[in-house]
């Protein structure tokens, strides 16, 4: 089984920039790729960015460059760097890891004001 656990997230400023952790553990070798999913209050769980073991990266449109997503050489932790903060990134962001199965973090809240 794998496990994971986010962490860094916090308040924020439009414009600014804040970094987001998710620490995995367990089975990481069967880890074929994992990403960030934002969710708002009352919305469903949107996809923003996703690595795979390789480290091939893709990312939702809406995102135009302002997140980076990216892994340690360990594979063990993901990060995401928010940029160019918005009050619209204003979420629940939950880091998800694919193997055979598909684990989900607690989440971290991420507020942003103006």
């Known amino acids: 089984q794998v496990q994971m656990v986010e962490s860094g997230g916090g308040l924020g400023q439009a414009g600014g920039s804040l970094r987001l952790f998710c620490a995995a553990s367990?089975?990481?070798?069967?880890?074929?790729?994992m990403g960030w999913y934002p969710q708002t209050s009352g919305k469903v769980r949107e996809w923003v960015a996703t690595?795979?073991?390789?480290?091939?990266?893709s990312y939702a449109d809406s995102l135009k460059g302002r997140f980076t997503i990216s892994m340690n050489n360990a594979k063990n932790t993901l990060y995401l760097q928010m940029n160019s903060l918005k009050p619209e990134d204003t979420a629940v962001y939950y880091c998800?890891?694919?193997?055979?199965?598909?684990?989900w973090g607690q989440g971290t809240q991420v507020t942003v004001s103006l």
């Open positions: 998800r890891a694919n193997y055979p199965f598909v684990a």
């Open positions: 367990g089975s990481i070798s069967s880890i074929t790729s």
């Open positions: 690595i795979t073991s390789g480290g091939s990266t």
